[in-house]
């Protein structure tokens, strides 16, 4: 009876995860969001998306969540279903987190601005869209809000060229110039 006891006290028990973040709206804006919308098989670029807190308390944490990166085919036999579009060559520098696509980077303090730059890199060509949405902490109960009560979110759409862009190496300076796109 005892060993019934402990396990069902193991399985769930303690502090929700939760527990810690604080409900409501905080007030932030998107200062920047690009991703550039023609891009080539083979080149990398950089999506960024800078979020403001406009609100007079901290955001406790600032995350964004980053859809799109793969894409699922339909072709049978595939091992995994999700196929990438773009490989994440860098992510927000200490933002991993162990939710899927998401990354956070800590409280934010009025009037303050955090950068989220991803370095990736097209591998398949065609129209894609990246979708995205910012979040004021993990949990769901610190929520993030622009003027006019509307979530921070937005989409990319992108044209990846089959055809890599064209690169030479300079022989000055030793650096790749690219062209192209």
């Not at 995994?80 to 992510?91: F, G, I, K, L, P």
């Not at 955090?114 to 890199?121: I, K, M, N, Q, S």
């Not at 993990?138 to 003027?147: E, I, V, W, Y």
């Not at 979530?151 to 190496?169: C, H, K, L, N, Y």
Request: charged share 20%; hydrophobic share 40%.
């Amino acid at each position: 009876m005892l060993a019934v006891g402990l396990a069902v006290a193991g399985c769930g028990g303690g502090r929700s995860q939760d527990a810690g973040e604080p409900a409501g709206m905080f007030r932030v804006d998107v200062v920047n969001a690009s991703f550039p919308a023609k891009q080539h098989v083979a080149s990398s670029e950089s999506l960024v998306i800078a979020i403001k807190n406009t609100g007079d308390r901290a955001v406790p944490d600032v995350a964004v969540t980053v859809d799109s990166f793969s894409a699922r085919s339909d072709q049978a036999g595939l091992a995994d279903a999700n196929q990438a579009v773009w490989v994440v060559d860098s992510e927000p520098r200490g933002g991993t987190t162990a939710y899927a696509n998401t990354w956070a980077l800590g409280p934010l303090p009025p009037g303050r601005t955090r950068r989220f730059v991803w370095h990736v890199t097209a591998v398949r060509p065609g129209t894609h869209t990246v979708r995205w949405r910012v979040a004021a902490g993990l949990n769901g109960k610190a929520r993030a809000m622009l003027a006019g009560n509307r979530a921070p979110a937005g989409r990319f759409t992108v044209d990846i060229s089959d055809e890599p862009a064209q690169a030479r190496v300079d022989p000055d300076s030793g650096k790749v110039v690219r062209s192209g796109g």
